[in-house]
């Protein structure tokens, strides 16, 4: 199966709620970028994962297996489980790909065993999982999140052709929450109710880029791109490229930068 990445497509960040986590405005597209994952259900009880590389940092549980045991969990059945993880998004990029693969993995397992779980409920007990998770078993290719993401409308995709810009390494998410804590301002802000074709920078800031340093590396490409934009908390940026630009567009544009990749790509119009 694929397990799609995301962008944010402008991000606010409010102020910190009680639970310890902060609202947000945001909205969500899929892109074509994915991890593969082949899933095998067997009698037992217990899980396996075989990863193509290792992505995950030391003591740290697979959002996947977290994934199974709240299917599990909310489901009361017994079976093992066997991942195969062919992983092609940046962890600590910003494209959700943890959540994505944990997404991916309730609606297979949910599929599986004939839908013992509404989409709605789904969506509600994902959350334990992480604020991403309910966008990616809502099935919807974009949507406005609010809350801590988790509160979706659906929005109609836009399917503009991306480069994603992804430098060698993440950027840990509560890490730079906290750093953004520091210098986020206090006036209230937010984002168009709508998300429009026209992208204008100014409509869909995202506060990440106040505070993430491969972003300010990078951000000199913004005009070579109509929309250029941290792709959430970091570390990956992209740009939307429309008309002409994608006629003339010189793939040399990073020439100069240390590790850095162009990974060619486009929003999602259906999943």
């Known amino acids: 199966m694929k397990s799609y990445a995301k ?7 409010g102020g910190k709620r009680s639970d310890g986590y902060h609202d947000i ?6 892109v074509s970028l994915s991890d593969e994952i082949s899933f095998s259900i067997a009698k037992g009880n217990a899980i396996s994962i075989k990863r193509s590389w290792n992505y995950l940092e030391e003591g740290k549980t697979d959002l996947i297996e977290n ?7 909310l489901t009361g059945l017994e079976f093992s489980l066997s991942v195969d993880v062919e992983k092609h998004i940046l962890p600590g990029g910003g494209l959700g790909g943890g959540s994505s693969n944990a997404g991916t993995t309730l609606l297979y397992l949910n599929e599986y065993f004939d839908f013992p779980i509404s989409r709605d409920s789904l969506m509600k007990e994902s959350l334990a999982l992480g604020s991403d998770v309910p966008f990616f078993v809502s099935g919807f290719p974009s949507a406005r999140g609010t809350g801590r993401g988790e509160v979706l409308t659906e929005e109609r995709p836009l399917g503009y052709e ?17 750093k953004l804590d520091a210098v986020l301002p206090k006036n209230d802000r937010h984002l168009p109710p709508h998300l429009m074709e026209n992208l204008v920078k100014e409509d869909f800031p995202n506060d ?8 300010k590396l990078l951000e000199k490409l913004a005009s070579k791109y109509s929309f250029f934009s941290l792709t959430g908390s970091g570390s990956c940026s992209y ?17 100069g930068y240390e590790k850095v990749d162009i990974i060619p790509s486009f929003l999602l119009t259906t999943k």
């Open 7 to 13: 962008i944010n497509i402008g991000l606010i960040v």
């Open 25 to 30: 405005e945001t909205f969500f597209h899929l």
């Open 67 to 73: 994934a199974y045991r709240l299917f599990k969990k």
């Open 162 to 178: 991306i480069d994603i810009i992804s430098p060698s390494v993440g950027a840990g998410t509560p890490g730079m929450f906290g």
């Open 208 to 215: 990440f880029e106040l505070v993430s340093k491969e972003y």
């Open 239 to 255: 740009g939307v490229k429309k008309g002409q630009e994608k006629e003339n567009f010189d793939e040399n544009i990073v020439h």
